[in-house]
């Protein structure tokens, strides 16, 4: 049975992601705390520290953490970046607090993928509903529109990975997705992966 919202979750999720404390806009603040709160209930992680550390399932693991390091550290990558941009170009229109919701809500549907019960569903029968049925990304565009969140937090759920190479990502998304792919090429430089889960994207020297 999918489990309730409550007060508890909220607070929980807030701890775990205390970026979302720097978000200016309170309902935007809320909103993402909400989306998180959604998509825990939806799966059967209690945290959103219990999720394996991975880009995908099974794939770009790190060898220590969870899932609460990869997005915090792309947050914070994504509002060092942003800063910079603003810094250094006066006027640029740029949202501060959409790039940190969209950094904490950039991996938002991994539940749904990750979930270990699901997982062995699609495994079980992949020609039935897909394998996986949605991935993450897609997922999670429905969690944030689901829990309120802007179409342009939606946007960088959906399009920070492969999907968003099929559309113009917008500048905060485009910020959120190089701190995305920054984060792990930088985790595999220094070391932080587990080697039997290099994806073959990051496998270097190419092979001609």
Known sequence: MQRVVDAALRAQVAEELPEAADIRDATLRASVIEAWALALTRSSYASIRDIPPSGNPGSMTLIKGDQTDHIRGVTRLAMRMADEMAATNPGIALSRDIVIAGGLCHDV??????????????????????????????YGVHLCLTAGLPEEVAHIAGAHSGEGELLIRSLECTIVHLADIGYWTMALAGGLIRPETVGAKYRRPLTL
């Open 109 to 138: 549907g991994k539940p749904w993928e990750f979930d270990p019960e699901n997982r062995a569903r699609w495994e079980a029968a992949p020609r039935a509903a897909g394998l996986p049925s949605i991935r993450h990304p897609a």
